[in-house]
């Protein structure tokens, strides 16, 4: 098997996995604030093991690459936060489809913090998201959902995918940096930020709440970023790119068939604007031609 294919095998599993996450969210039954407080304990463990397995511990980092990966790994535990909160107000599918303008938040701060011109292609896929935005937001929800957390979900969905950007922007910073060093000391972050805040004097009782948890910390976490990474230094940007939206299809239809959450029509438009547009932004599609460039005059013999 050479590395495209197997780097290809890699990250479908990973983004497969990633698809899968709502459910265990949900299933686990747990507060949020604890749910993500496990994820990050179990993930540490399974993280602490790994890099102990690849000899990473011995590398010597510098204060401030750790101060970097801390200040993305906050990022990154909100934004947990946030998406898994907005799981149970807006569903899993539009809390998804909406977590997946990711690319533009990158864009805008591209065009804030460095300077990055704002080409015409950007804008228009930037519109066709903000389009689809508007479709999601203007349809009504489900009887038996409440109007004011269905609009709550999707400003959490949004905000999760800002602070994503953030966490991708540091970890911009960290070029060099072994990404598993970087993910183990972005969820050791998580459990010092949580732990005052878990419900840790009334633990779970069940044994199906403790399989929920730990499924979220060693697969979802451990073994997804194994998959990940390994996958990333295999293939080229255009098909990581491509690939990553198994993400997105495999959440909503875990939504629909799991949970049985049917979306409005208004909303598939929505959701589909919006990936269809990250698509474009993420792959390089480009709508418009650019203009020749006008015939320079000959110089005067």
Sequence with gaps: MNDTV?????????????????????????????????????????????????????????LRVIGLAALGGAAIVINWLLLFSAFSRASISIATAVYN???????????????????????????????????????????????????????????????????????????????????????CVGVVMLAPFANLAHLPGDPWSWAMLATLGIVHTGLMYILMYGAIQKLPTHLQGSLSF???????????????????????????????AAAGMNLGWTLWKPRPAAASPEPIK
């Design 6 to 62: 197997r780097g290809t095998v890699e990250m479908s599993a990973a983004m497969a996995i990633l698809g899968t996450i709502g459910w265990f969210v949900v299933m686990s039954g747990q507060p949020i604030m604890d749910v993500v407080f496990w994820r990050c304990a179990f993930g540490a463990l399974t993280l602490l093991f790994i890099c102990a397995s690849l000899g990473l511990l011995r590398n010597r980092l510098s």
């Design 101 to 187: 303008t990711q690319p533009f938040m990158l864009v805008g701060f591209g065009a804030l913090l460095f300077a990055e011109r704002l080409t015409l292609t950007k804008l228009t896929w930037l519109a066709i998201a903000f389009a689809g935005m508007l479709l999601i937001v203007a349809a009504a929800p489900d009887a038996a959902d409440v109007g004011t957390n269905y609009f709550a979900g999707i400003l959490m969905a949004l905000a999760a995918a800002f602070f994503w950007a953030v966490a991708a922007i540091v970890t911009k910073k960290l070029k060099g940096t072994p990404p598993h060093l970087i993910a183990l000391i972005q969820v």
């Design 246 to 276: 198994i993400y997105p299809v495999v959440a909503i239809l875990v939504d629909v068939t799991a949970f049985g959450h049917r979306l409005h029509f208004s909303q598939v438009v929505g959701a589909a604007a919006i990936l269809i």
